[in-house]
């Protein structure tokens, strides 16, 4: 086996500082915080002002992660992965303006569009580019601004989204180094498609020749089947990853999941046997954040110590495709954020 292995060099995340609590909610929308609560684990979510799009989010977040790598950051990043939903513009992609306004210059740059796995659908993109030697860093974002594409009227949606931004820095090393991605697992079920949607706006419904619907801009959503299907999926996916790398269960320091909602956490906690205080967490103060979420999560935790050098973290994640996918890492001997 190869003994190259994309390392982790920087970590960054920004939150637009505005926050909309579930009694704001409550005022507009036929719910309640006790059932935001209860149901999801979420406090408050972070949403942009006006005129802030995706790109401004993962500018900050590519920024402070870039910051963070310190000698591997700048000048050792050659390529950028921007994983969104979210994209400023159907085109051209958002990396490379957000490679251009980072002060990159002419590096690699693109997007990977995987719903809500779309961060772990980027890193391993990053790790099979340093892999290949096709590039020497690469900086991965997972940025939305998912408050766009929310339909203020459905309560199913409002209440769980929002806004935000997260980045790492990768560069080409060994496996046996603290930081080491060691192994990925991505799987995907299209059959699953109509069950997390933006129905409107693509090629598909331009070429059904009618006008969208105003409401078939927004995301709609089966909650309860997406439920089930998240944790079955990132618990499948997640020993599949462990199988690659050879970790068994309790070997597991971290378990970094896609932050949709706490009981999914818990319910992915319970099938893989590991215990609900290893799962990181975020969700309460900043929702569901879609791509963004794990890297944010990341940023949460390491700014509260809660990683220590050689730590094995496990990343899944699931979302709109329907799509999914695992991540194996060791945690880096310096500090990160
Ligand atoms: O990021 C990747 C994609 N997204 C996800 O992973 C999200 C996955 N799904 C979920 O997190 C949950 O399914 C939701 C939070 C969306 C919904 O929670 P649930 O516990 O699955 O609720 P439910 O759909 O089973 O609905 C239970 C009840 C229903 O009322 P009745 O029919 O029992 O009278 C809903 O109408 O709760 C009602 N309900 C609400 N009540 C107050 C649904 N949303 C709300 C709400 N406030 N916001």
């Known amino acids: 086996m190869s003994t190259h292995a994309a390392v982790l060099t920087g970590l960054g995340g920004y939150l637009p500082p505005r926050t909309v609590t579930n009694e704001e909610l409550s005022d507009r929308l036929d719910t309640s915080d006790e059932w935001i609560r209860k149901r999801t684990g979420i406090r408050q979510r972070h949403v942009v002002d006006p005129g802030v799009a995706t790109g401004d989010l993962a500018v900050e977040a590519g920024h402070r992660a870039l910051k963070s790598a310190g000698a591997q950051g700048w000048n050792a990043v050659d390529m950028v992965v921007v994983a969104t939903t979210t994209p400023d513009h159907p085109l051209p992609g958002t990396a490379p303006n957000v490679a251009a306004r980072l002060g990159l210059g002419p590096v690699a740059a693109l997007d990977v569009q995987a719903g809500c796995s779309g961060f772990v659908y980027a890193l391993a993109t990053a790790t099979a580019a340093l892999a290949a030697g096709h590039a020497e860093g690469v900086l991965v974002i997972g940025a939305e601004v998912f408050s766009n594409v929310l339909n203020p009227a459905d309560r199913t949606t409002a209440v769980i989204f929002g806004d935000g931004a997260g980045a790492i820095v990768l560069r080409a090393g060994d496996r046996d180094e603290p930081g080491a991605v060691l192994g990925v697992d991505l799987g995907s079920d299209g059959t699953g498609l109509e069950l997390a949607t933006i129905p409107g706006g693509g090629a598909r419904q331009r ?83 879609s791509a963004a979420s794990i890297p944010l999560a990341l940023a949460d935790a390491a700014a509260r110590s809660r990683f220590r050098p050689h730590d094995r973290l496990l990343l899944t994640a699931f979302g709109a495709g329907l799509t999914w996918g695992s991540a194996a890492l060791t945690w880096p001997q310096t500090t990160l954020v």
Do not use: C
């Open 207 to 289: 070429a059904s020749g009618r006008q969208p619907r105003p409401d078939e801009g927004y995301v709609q959503m089966n909650g309860k089947e997406i439920f089930l299907q998240a944790v079955r999926r990132m618990a499948a996916s997640s020993s599949a990853v462990l199988g690659k790398v050879g970790w068994s269960v309790d070997q597991i320091d971290h378990v970094v999941g896609h932050q949709a909602n706490l009981r999914i956490l818990h319910s992915l906690a319970q099938q893989l046997g590991v215990d609900k205080r290893r799962v990181v967490s975020h969700i309460e103060s900043a929702g569901n954040t």
